[in-house]
């Protein structure tokens, strides 16, 4: 097939070549169809971002060296000197993106752009004599690092773990809500000892929330040791400076943990832990939206229709849970690119090789479809509503779940000295497996087993619906 030129403006076909028509056309689904809800990554995820935190980190980077005299020559700089250099940061925006674009054309290195970037308004400061300092010692991992922990850092801070932990309390209030309506389970997918449909929730809103604390308490690691993590240009340049100190301090007052034995390279081992936490949350939220989707299409949850919204193109009854399908689906791409990025980062041949550099690019990606998919079941909770005469109706025609029930509490009479409670499971496999019971043979038979007069009162009150344990007792005692 022959290769399009850039600046054609139709394709071979003879259609109109969209890519030639605007910028805002997107290639992928995060920065098209389902920006608004992942657009917010961008101030902390996007190429521009990344720059923005490589100024950021060279500027502190530049008046930190200051600050502590690393160098002959070096004394701290006036406050004014210090808000000008950290309003470069502050002040990024479009503008500054197209020129760092600018500069890279030339210097064709990302990093370097960087720096120049911002040597050109020292001048401005009146720190043009300290243009030598930016970017002092620094390999480009050094910067790079930092930049990305920053990044990461704010996205989950500010983005991510707010959407996921009021996914959390979602789960948590339909639990509460829900903790003492019984349901009956279906343990591979058969009738079942019954439950509560808010316990079943519980579990949900519990496991996800353990994934949410250990993503909040991950330990954002940095490195600044130069190209081989041996300090080597720095003690060339200035030897009578603890430079480990230097480091250790500059790194802590960025927020992130410093990591002193290290290749060229952080080795990134903090994101492979935080991207398997993150992939965990993805799968265990797979699995509530397949158990949910699994409980509309029975009927225990009704949908509520969106006013004008069209369910099926040809099929105008129908109510599609595709909010649950797309989170499905967006977990699953999230879970692959997490997964790749957990297994790829922490290896680097020797010192340095630069498979992260092109790797760390997908990360915002791997957030985006993770925050696609929180964001989708919450809208996809907001509208259901628990049918429960369906749910009191299926519990109905499942007495032979009270079978549990019954052969346990011949087992304790039978501990207890009572007489006639032989075979129990037996007997009562016998009267229920594929057989449908109804309850009037259910008592029937409880009565004829010679039960004490305590037990065969207790046993014959009950139903499946009543048949639910200490249920609701566990959301209230245990969710918290």
């Not at 029930?405 to 499971?425: F, K, S």
């Amino acid at each position: 097939m022959r290769a399009m030129s850039n600046t054609a403006q139709t394709l071979p076909s003879g259609r109109v070549a969209l890519s030639q028509q605007s910028p805002a056309i997107a290639l992928g689904p995060l920065d098209g169809r389902y920006r608004p809800q992942t657009a917010v990554l961008v101030d902390y995820l996007s190429e521009a971002a990344l720059n923005r935190e490589r100024v950021h980190v060279e500027v502190e980077w530049f008046i930190h060296l200051c600050e502590q005299r690393a160098l002959t020559g070096l004394e701290p700089l006036s406050d004014e000197q210090k808000s000008g250099l950290r309003a470069i940061v502050t002040d990024f925006d479009a503008a500054s993106v197209a020129e760092l674009a600018e500069i890279e054309a030339v210097t064709v290195h990302d990093v370097k752009a960087v720096e120049y970037y911002i040597g050109r308004r020292l001048p401005g400061l009146g720190l043009e004599h300290l243009t030598p300092l930016v970017h002092f010692a620094c390999t480009s991992e050094d910067i790079n690092n930092l930049s990305y922990a920053l990044g990461i850092r704010d996205a989950i801070n500010h983005v991510w773990l707010p959407a996921a932990r009021e996914l959390v309390a979602a789960v948590a209030t339909m639990a509460r809500d829900a903790k003492a309506t019984p349901m009956l389970s279906h343990t591979h997918g058969q009738p079942a000892t019954p439950t509560t449909l808010g316990k079943e929730l519980a579990v949900f809103a519990r496991r996800l929330g353990r994934q949410v604390q250990r993503v909040a308490d991950t330990e954002f690691l940095g490195k600044l040791n130069g190209a081989t993590g041996t300090f080597a240009a720095h003690t060339a340049a200035a030897p009578d400076t603890d430079w480990p100190e230097t480091s250790r301090s500059f790194v802590s007052h960025l927020g992130l943990t410093w990591n002193p034995l290290t290749t060229q390279i952080e080795s990134h081992d903090w994101q492979a832990e935080l991207y398997a936490d993150m992939a965990r949350f993805n799968r265990i939220l797979h699995n509530l939206c397949t158990d949910v989707w699994s409980y509309i299409s029975i009927g225990y949850f009704h949908q509520i229709p969106v006013e004008g919204a069209t369910g099926s193109s040809t099929m105008p009854h129908k109510v599609n849970p595709i909010r649950f399908e797309n989170a499905e689906a967006n977990a699953e791409i999230s879970c692959s690119l997490l997964d790749t990025l957990a297994a790829t980062l922490v290896t680097s041949r020797w010192q340095r090789d630069l498979t992260d550099s092109s790797s760390q690019r997908n990360i915002g990606v791997a957030f985006g479809h993770s925050l696609l998919a929180v964001s989708n079941v919450l809208k996809g909770l907001d509208r259901l509503d628990v049918a429960q005469e369906v749910l009191a109706e299926d519990l109905d025609q499942n007495w032979e779940v009270l079978g549990e029930a019954v052969q346990t509490a011949m087992r304790a009479e039978a501990i207890a000295g009572r007489e006639g409670m032989d075979n129990p499971y037996e007997r009562l496999k016998e009267l229920t497996r594929g057989h449908r019971v109804d309850a009037d043979r259910m008592r029937e038979f409880i009565a004829g087993l010679g039960l004490s007069e305590d037990t065969a009162r207790r046993l014959s009150e009950l139903s499946p619906g009543q048949y639910t344990g200490l249920a609701e007792q566990l959301v209230d005692r245990y969710l918290d």
